[in-house]
Antibody, heavy 117, light 110 residues
Framework: QVQLQESGPGLVKPSETLSLTCAVS?????????WGWIRQPPGKGLEWIGSIYHSGTTYYNPSLKSRVTISVDTSKNQFSLKLSSVTAADAAVYYC??????????WGQGTLVTVSS | QSVLTQPPSVSAAPGQKVTISCSGSSSNIGNNHVSWYQQLPGTAPKLLVYDNNKRPSGIPDRFSGSKSGTSATLGITGLQPGDEADYYCGTWDSSLSAWVFGGGTKLTVL
């Protein structure tokens, strides 16, 4: 069974970089599919951040592209998100998910990130 | 403001049927597959329907999806109290070059 687990600091200071990792178990990232990040501000809807293939090919939401970097570590079967210059608007629950062509089929439980000094 | 429009809320009695609409355009729903997600309170979204009308293993046939033109619909029959959740549609938008989600619909089972 495919499982994803997000980890990282729950509190980030304004203007700093948010860094999260998603550990994948039950499936090898190198076996295929894309792997994505989605966020959800408190009380609001879902926003796709970007996705990465095991080869390192990425595509990002144009609205966040200038601040986002997604990378993959196949040796650890995990992928990571970095979001720079965060503001209060970046406070959200961040989810990682397996991105299969036209849908996201497996999701992590999510991790809440607060932006505050 | 999402490019996919969903009603903010719908409600129906237990045992009844409800439909949730998702309206888009030719750059998203009109030319791409739609998926639907259920988000129970305090939990991560769960895939309910993909490729417009396919159900993943383990999703009961009470849940169904359809698409016509630039709109998609999620149908839920035999409503149960446990179906109370937020439901989101999602698809690729070719103009934005981004994956987009609807604003979400809160289902209340009266």
């Amino acid at each position: 069974q495919v499982q994803l687990q997000e980890s990282g600091p729950g509190l980030v200071k304004p203007s700093e970089t948010l860094s999260l990792t998603c550990a994948v178990s039950g499936y090898s990232i190198t076996s295929g599919y894309y792997w994505g990040w989605i966020r959800q501000p408190p009380g609001k809807g879902l926003e796709w951040i970007g996705s990465i293939y095991h080869s390192g090919t990425t595509y990002y939401n144009p609205s966040l592209k200038s601040r986002v970097t997604i990378s993959v570590d196949t040796s650890k079967n995990q992928f990571s998100l970095k979001l720079s210059s965060v503001t209060a608007a970046d406070a959200a629950v961040y989810y990682c998910a397996r991105h299969v062509a036209d849908h996201f089929d497996y999701w992590g439980q999510g991790t809440l990130v607060t932006v505050s000094s | 403001q999402s490019v996919l429009t969903q009603p903010p809320s719908v409600s129906a009695a237990p045992g009844q049927k409800v439909t949730i609409s998702c309206s888009g355009s030719s750059s998203n729903i009109g030319n791409n597959h739609v998926s639907w997600y259920q988000q129970l309170p305090g939990t991560a979204p769960k895939l309910l329907v993909y490729d417009n009308n396919k159900r993943p293993s383990g999703i009961p046939d009470r849940f169904s999806g359809s698409k016509s033109g630039t709109s998609a619909t999620l149908g839920i029959t035999g409503l149960q109290p446990g179906d109370e959740a937020d439901y989101y549609c999602g698809t690729w938008d070719s103009s934005l070059s981004a994956w987009v989600f609807g604003g979400g619909t809160k289902l209340t089972v009266l």
